[in-house]
DNA sequence: GTGAAACTCACCCAAATGTGTGATTGACAG
DNA sequence: CTGTCAATCACACATTTGGGTGAGTTTCAC
């Protein structure tokens, strides 16, 4: 069987030089380059075709998440893991928005980051049992309420976002149109927003409905 | 160690026996009890308080789906996992929005469901690879463009999505207040829609920017 | 160089929207 | 009983929006 084929991102040097003394060593993978730095990740993924990139996050120049979004624009196929540090859910959701296929924290051992590499190229998405928390925790929507809307202009709220007209609700609500904007008005208020536009993307942008 | 706690949910008597059987006789597990439906999931789960549950979709009666919700409702705590044939995008989305904290398909080898149990227990979100992998999918926004909207046209509706009126938009975009609105109308054009509010909500839905 | 897009701008009009102000009703807690 | 709050409705006014029509420029592929 023919190895799998690696480039690593990773500007601590020792670190990268131990994972590509390791992984040249173990039967069925093959470094074929290590940088430190993903400045031209979009050129060497091209150059050198690999199956899987390791990339940290935290590096010189261009960050990880960036480097993420380069190699799958030039090259797909290529399925790029995380490797670092960062459990930080705002640069765990860029890079998994930017398409990585994988994310595992610098803690998991050599082994599992293996059986990680080879999991990735059977198609699986490997990650640290914690990550794998926060990404389907963020699916939960709910927790809605903080803006302490009542039910009805939950209601209101909810045709809205459908895009209905404040004539379109009150027919919808059996109420009158006066009355659908003066749900709306106050709405707006606690959201603290001055428009339907508005509204309605914050309630979607922050699962409030 | 205390063992972990587990109920079942599962219809095919068989599996749900040997399963039970399996986990009986396996260190560290200890079934409290099995049913081969899910209608009284919120009492069976406030009843027994299992650390886990094991829960199969396609059940008569309430399906899993609603399962896991009457888990999670009765007790935030316990851990459940889909333990099932479907690999079908849309339960599957459904099942992690109701909250669900794992997901295997039932190709999974007792061993691996073992282990899954183990790493729930820990924080982890154990997954089948294939499933992982539609998980992490589903954060590439992008593919963004089947509504043929031009590179001017995605500024506009960022602008839109934002809150900005036509006025503002023309604004940050250096344009004059016509040219705006010329975007907007080819916008909702291009979308379907006849207002900036339903080309929000469509855009945001629909991961469109 | 010709045609097709994309991008720009302008004008018109009816309808919808945002904002303010005020009022009535019923439910429910203290 | 009284005050608070949700829910209902009304009127007024300036602004914004959606829709239509038309037209000039640039860019780029064929």
Chains 1, 2 share one sequence.
Do not use: W
Request: aromatic letters at 6%; one cysteine or more.
């Amino acid at each position: 069987m023919t190895p799998i084929s690696l480039v690593l991102f990773e500007d601590n040097d020792r670190l990268r030089e131990s994972l590509v003394y390791l992984l040249n060593n173990t039967e069925g993978f093959r470094v074929l380059a290590d940088y430190r730095h993903c400045n031209d990740a979009s050129l060497i993924t091209r150059l050198h075709k690999p199956d899987v990139v390791l990339m940290d996050i935290d590096m010189p120049g261009e960050g990880g998440i960036k480097g993420v979004g380069m190699v799958k624009e030039a090259r797909p196929l290529t399925a790029v893991i995380m490797y670092t540090v960062f459990e930080d859910d705002d640069k765990l959701f860029q890079c998994l928005c930017a398409g990585a296929n994988g994310y595992l924290l610098k803690k998991t051992p050599p082994g599992k980051l293996f059986e990680a590499v080879q999991e990735v190229m059977q198609g699986g998405a490997p990650m640290s049992g914690s990550i794998a928390r926060k990404v389907l925790n963020s699916f939960q929507q709910g927790k809605s309420n903080q803006y302490h809307l009542t039910p009805r202009e939950l209601d209101v709220l909810q045709h809205l976002i459908k895009g209905y007209s404040s004539k379109m609700i009150a027919a919808a609500l059996h109420i009158s149109f006066d009355t659908a904007r003066s749900h709306l008005k106050n709405i707006y208020n606690k959201l603290h927003v001055n428009c339907g536009k508005e509204a309605i993307s914050k309630a979607l942008t922050e699962h409030i409905i």
